[in-house]
């Protein structure tokens, strides 16, 4: 039995005991509504979860592309170079690396010392001091041009990177369904653009070479359908008039020609009288 607070009985429950002698169809009244209380207040109790998150959505093209290209092209390289190139290699080696160490011995600085006459160690030491200073401003000045070209590049690439969070900031605000469709590197973005150019200029063509085809169908039909029935509207009464028996009438200028050339053969015919 249900209680109230204090441990006596609620007078809901002293109600539906009073009415079930009575009235059994009220009890069941009272007590689906109870039921229907009870679930009420357990969905409420129960807390609400949480909204998903709009998923983004994933690049289409990446330069993941080139690079899983590039892994291809070095297995393909690797394998072809493993069976067939590196054997022999292999079977040779030893052959070129005797006949250059035996041409390394040479002294050629002693030899032509030899010829011209001088001192070789002199030369030999003119030699080292020179390749040393070629070798300290060769060094100089590729750190020198190292550093500068690494500053450039690294202004360049800040620059890059900024405009491509721009232009992928303004896409993803005018398209918030397409959010992560483009990677934030200025390779994916440039890659995404070509595509998307490609994507368009082909379908350029198919929209272009439709037109022409359905011009060139319409022309076709049009044309010919006139030519036909103007062929059809000037044999018919030329058959008529043969058919009839009588010769077409001559135009006027046929007229005019033959009174021209009448004219001049009556001089003609003087003339020889």
């Not at 079930?20 to 009890?27: E, G, N, Q």
């Not at 001088?118 to 401003?137: F, I, P």
């Not at 993803?172 to 200025?186: C, H, Q, V, W």
């Not at 049009?222 to 044999?235: E, I, L, V």
């Amino acid at each position: 039995q249900a209680l109230a607070p204090g441990g006596n009985e609620s007078p809901l429950t002293s109600h539906v005991c009073a009415a079930d002698s009575k009235d059994p169809m009220r009890v069941q009244f009272f007590l689906s509504l109870l039921a229907v209380a009870a679930a009420q207040s357990e969905v409420e109790e129960t807390p609400s979860a949480p909204a998903p998150k709009a998923q983004e959505g994933k690049p289409i093209l990446t330069t993941d592309l080139f690079h899983r290209t590039a892994e291809l092209f070095y297995d393909v390289y690797d394998s072809v170079h493993g069976k067939f190139v590196k054997p022999h290699i292999d079977k040779h080696a030893d052959t070129v690396t005797k006949s250059v160490a035996s041409l390394a011995e040479v002294d050629v600085v002693g030899e032509a010392c030899k010829v011209l006459t001088c001192d070789a160690k002199e030369v030999n030491e003119q030699v080292r001091t020179l390749s040393s200073t070629a070798q300290g401003h060769a060094q100089t000045a590729f750190g020198a041009v190292s550093a500068q070209a690494l500053a450039i590049l690294a202004q360049v690439e800040e620059s890059l990177n900024r405009y491509t969070h721009f232009v992928i900031d303004a896409f993803e605000s005018a398209l918030p369904k397409y959010t992560g469709l483009i990677s934030r590197t200025p390779m994916n973005l440039l890659i995404f653009v070509l595509y998307i150019f490609s994507v368009m200029y082909f379908i350029m063509k198919v929209v272009l070479f439709s037109a022409w085809l359905a011009k060139s169908i319409l022309c076709c039909l049009c044309c010919c359908g006139c030519r036909c029935c103007r062929k059809k509207a000037a044999k018919e009464p030329a058959d008529a008039k043969a058919k009839n028996g009588k010769a077409p009438k001559a135009t006027a200028a046929e007229k005019g020609k033959a009174a021209t050339a009448a004219s001049n053969n009556k001089p003609a015919a003087k003339a020889k009288k």
